[in-house]
């Protein structure tokens, strides 16, 4: 059985933190704020795979009032996701992420991100999809003041 799920993140791009996305450590003047290394793009993909499932969201599984997760690496976090649907026998098909960014450019760090989602996942970068846009500096990411991600993933149950 196949199914599909879709994920959505946001968040603030502030001073004086460091800017991970998509598994990947980017050298820039701002960095994105939240209770984890706040790598939207690893979120939005979370959320896509738990949404493939059915089984909730990022926030259920990983609350940020808990200590545990106060400056995790998302990419546990996206292993923990890929163990709780490969015990529901789940495998991935293949999942496309979108980031929504005015700056820094992402196109240059695309294949190491595509490297650390599929190590993170336990499959090839050929089914991981990694895109970047502006925002044609409209909005809160047009702005600078926000990073923003889609993800989609395809899911399915491996037959026994
Ligand atoms: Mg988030």
Not at 37 to 54: E, M, P, R, S, Y
Not at 142 to 160: D, F, K, Q
Request: aromatic letters at 6%; glycine letters at 8%.
């Amino acid at each position: 059985m196949f199914r599909i799920g879709m994920g959505y993140d946001v968040h603030r791009l502030v001073e004086d933190r460091e800017l991970w996305l998509g598994g990947v450590k980017i050298e820039h003047t701002l960095g994105l704020l939240g209770h984890s290394d706040a790598d939207v793009a690893i979120h939005a993909l979370c959320d896509a795979l738990l949404g493939a499932a059915n089984m909730r969201d990022i926030g259920y599984h990983f609350p940020d009032t808990d200590p545990r997760y106060k400056g995790i690496d998302s990419r546990k976090l996206l292993r923990e996701v890929t163990r709780l649907l490969a015990e529901q026998g789940y495998v991935l098909g293949n999942c496309d992420l979108t980031i929504c960014a005015e700056r820094p450019k992402i196109n240059p760090h695309i294949p190491a991100m595509q490297e650390q989602l599929a190590q993170c996942m336990n499959c090839d970068i050929s089914q991981v999809s990694i895109k970047a846009t502006t925002t044609e500096r409209l909005g809160f990411t047009g702005r600078e003041e926000g990073i923003s991600a889609y993800a989609v993933a395809l899911i399915y149950c491996e037959p026994r």
